[in-house]
């Protein structure tokens, strides 16, 4: 089920006449962020994991990639060059895929300040999407996946941290879509066909 989150938009993916091409998807782990942005990219959307900044970061210190070695290295980046530090490490990289594509998408938006930053440079052409996902759920999820699982004491801690310290409630609040994955996969990809038809993105 999608639903629209934002009156901004004078029609689907619209505001103003400008055309949405530029989708983040946010929502806390385990929600399925993760299987529509591997959706979009078989389809041929290019896209950006701002996890991957993490994840680079971590290899080239020589450390284990373990979810507290991520939390770590998440902090100390967005704590010395600021909150919204992987939304300009971003920016580069995202022009130069909307230079060469209709489309573009943005898998893990995490704080205000990237919302902020990424709205200043993109403006109405960037449409969020939350994926939203029950609590219980999202950590039975997050148990079984085959990267980095979480028991759901890590499951909480890492919610708690993401939202105390990473200002990860914001860009859900203010997200212009919600998707709920409380359901199957075929169900989950089907609201996000919907949708992308809605708002005429294509790769």
């Not at 895929?97 to 209709?102: F, G, N, R, T």
Request: charged share 30%; hydrophobic share 40%.
């Amino acid at each position: 089920m999608t639903f629209p989150r934002s009156s901004r938009l004078t029609l689907p993916g619209t505001a103003g006449g400008v055309q949405a091409r530029l989708l983040a998807l946010v929502g806390m782990p385990g929600s399925g962020k993760s299987l529509l942005a591997k959706y979009m990219e078989d389809k041929g959307f290019p896209q950006f994991r701002f996890g991957g900044i993490t994840i680079d970061e971590v290899v080239r210190r020589g450390w284990k990639v373990t979810p507290e070695n991520e939390r770590i290295v998440r902090e100390e980046i967005r704590a010395r060059e600021g909150m919204d530090a992987y939304a300009h490490r971003a920016l580069p990289i995202v022009r130069g895929m909307l230079e060469q594509h209709h489309s573009a998408v943005i898998d893990g938006l995490y704080s205000f300040g990237e919302y902020k930053t990424l709205r200043a440079e993109f403006g109405a052409e960037l449409v969020l999407l939350a994926v939203i996902c029950d609590r219980a759920l999202r950590y039975a999820r997050l148990g079984v996946r085959p990267e980095r699982p979480l028991t759901p004491e890590e499951a909480e801690r890492r919610d708690i941290t993401e939202i105390e310290t990473l200002e990860k409630g914001g860009p859900i609040a203010i997200a212009d879509y919600a998707i709920l994955n409380n359901g199957s996969k075929e169900e989950t990809i089907a609201a996000l066909e919907r949708l992308l038809d809605d708002l005429s993105l294509r790769p």
